[in-house]
């Protein structure tokens, strides 16, 4: 049943993932990755990372998909389409053969691991057990983050903030 269940969810991730690529219209394009994001999340859930997948799909489907996708109503840009060209093309081509060469590359020597009930541990992906690494192992580079994000916030408040006489077009 689980497996059956991730090949189905992986070929569904794999369709809507292509369609953002192709779909001509940008908005069609930011629902096909919504799409995506929900299947990613139906992944971490098999995985047993049941808090990945609620911040998968509040973070990412919820809060940055309608940014992108107010972004993209906003400059309107069904008015007109640009013509890209051969070279633009064909460096893409060559740009996404050398990431699929670079993939097979990590990927053959990668081992699949099976089932041991002897030392499976079905708590892996739980908050309780993220929130011990995240606070042990990983501190630093958690402090740096919310330091980082600090900053940007009150960047984003400095750029906006409105001074007196100045005026808006």
Same mark, same amino acid.
């Given at each position: =049943?689980?497996d059956?269940?991730?090949?189905?969810?992986? *070929?569904?991730t794999?369709?809507?993932?292509?369609?953002?690529?192709v *779909?001509?219209?940008?908005?069609?394009?930011v629902?096909?990755?919504i799409?995506? #994001? $929900?299947t990613? *999340?139906?992944?971490?859930?098999?995985l047993?990372?049941?808090?990945?997948?609620a911040?998968?799909i509040?973070?990412y489907?919820?809060?940055?998909?309608? &940014?992108?996708?107010?972004?993209? =109503?906003?400059?309107?840009?069904?008015?007109?389409? @640009?013509?890209?060209? @051969?070279?633009s093309?064909? +460096?893409?081509?060559?740009?996404?053969?050398?990431l $699929?060469? @670079?993939l097979?590359?990590?990927l053959? /020597? %990668?081992?699949?691991? +099976?089932? /041991?009930?002897?030392?499976?541990?079905?708590?892996?992906?739980?908050?309780?057990? &993220?929130?011990? @690494?995240?606070?042990? /192992?990983? &501190?630093?580079? #958690?402090?740096l983050?919310?330091?980082?994000?600090?900053?940007?916030?009150? !960047? %984003?408040?400095m750029? !906006?903030?409105?001074e %007196?006489?100045?005026?808006?077009?």
């Open positions: =049943m689980t059956n269940l991730f090949f189905f969810l992986a *070929s569904l794999l369709l809507c993932a292509l369609m953002v690529v *779909s001509k219209s940008p908005v069609h394009s629902l096909f990755l799409l995506t #994001f $929900f990613i *999340s139906g992944h971490y859930i098999l047993n990372a049941q808090f990945l997948a911040v998968n509040i973070v489907a919820g809060a940055i998909m309608v &940014l992108f996708l107010f972004v993209i =109503m906003f400059l309107n840009q069904n008015e007109e389409r @640009v013509k890209t060209s @051969v070279v093309k064909v +460096t893409g081509t060559i740009a996404g053969g050398l $699929f060469v @670079v097979v590359a990590a053959k /020597d %990668a081992t699949v691991r +099976t089932y /041991d009930p002897a030392t499976f541990n079905s708590q892996i992906g739980m908050v309780e057990n &993220l929130g011990k @690494v995240l606070f042990s /192992d990983y &501190l630093l580079p #958690f402090e983050a919310s330091v980082l994000f600090l900053v940007a916030m009150v !960047g %984003a408040v750029l !906006g903030k409105k %007196a006489g100045e005026k808006h077009f």
